[in-house]
Structure formats: structure tokens, C-alpha cells
């Protein structure tokens, strides 16, 4: 099977590509939501909108999106498994490992808003907004230019 898979591995890079595109832009967008809605007075119409555009976000952009970058990049790795023994992509992984749990985060926090259980102040999601950005660079940066 990944003999057949082989030959459409460009196609594969692309959707995996793609995908994390979707990912990142979530990712970046979902803080800043949770900045103004940290802001907005609780049960306030502002925050029930606030709370509808998250999860919308989450549920219908960033979780699928995450979802088609495992897939997709875990099978560019099943078609070549000797990139597991580059330090760049072992580096890589770990990075992927941190915005994986930095997503969980996201979608915890997102919970805490639905159920007006917040406690974090508009600063503390400002701050969290750089940690997405920050981590893509050095991604791409890894994956592009495979300096190690």
C-alpha cells in the first residue's frame, strides 16, 4: 500500500501543507477571540456571541485542520519512515508535540468561556496569542532548511 501511496506523495505534501495552513490560522485567530472575550461583560450579548464564533472556530476550522495534518503528515512519515532518524524532523515532532498541547489548551479554555467559568484577564491571552506564531516559524524553519 504505501508503495501505491508513494507516488502521490507530492499530492500528500500538499494536502499536509494545506492543512496546516487551516491549523495555524486557528490557532493564531482563537486567542485573539478569547482576548476580546475576556474583555466582554459576562452573559453580556457580546460574550454569547463571542462564545458561538469559538466554538464554531474550533469545532468546524482548527480541530479538522489539526486532524488533516496528523493524517496527512503521519503518512508522508509512513512513506518515508528514515526522516524519523533526521534530528530536524525528531526536533520538529516535539514542536508539533507542544502546539498539539497548546491547541488543548486552547480548546479548555474555550470550555471555561462557554461556561462563563473564565479566570484569565485579556493580557494573559495577548501573551498566548505569540506562542502559535513563535512555534510555526521554527517549524517551518525545521522543515524548510533541515539544518541539522
Not at 93 to 113: E, P, Q, T, Y
Not at 114 to 139: Q, T
Amino acid at each position: 500500500m504505501l508503495d501505491f501511496l508513494g507516488q502521490y506523495y507530492l499530492w500528500i505534501k500538499a494536502l499536509h501543507i494545506i492543512s496546516v495552513i487551516f491549523w495555524m490560522a486557528g490557532m493564531a485567530y482563537l486567542p485573539r477571540l478569547f482576548v476580546y472575550h475576556a474583555e466582554a461583560e459576562t452573559g453580556s450579548d457580546k460574550s454569547e456571541t463571542f462564545k458561538i464564533m469559538e466554538r464554531r472556530l474550533l469545532r468546524g476550522i482548527v480541530n479538522p485542520a489539526m486532524i488533516a495534518t496528523f493524517l496527512f503528515g503521519g503518512l508522508m512519515l509512513a512513506i518515508n519512515p528514515g526522516l524519523f532518524s533526521d534530528h530536524w524532523m525528531q526536533v520538529k515532532l516535539f514542536l508539533i508535540f507542544v502546539m498539539s498541547g497548546l491547541h488543548g489548551m486552547f480548546s479548555r479554555w474555550r470550555k471555561d468561556f462557554e461556561r462563563d467559568e473564565n479566570r484569565k484577564d485579556a493580557r494573559f491571552y495577548r501573551i498566548v496569542n505569540e506562542g502559535p506564531p513563535v512555534l510555526v516559524i521554527f517549524i517551518v524553519l525545521l522543515a524548510v532548511a533541515k539544518p541539522f
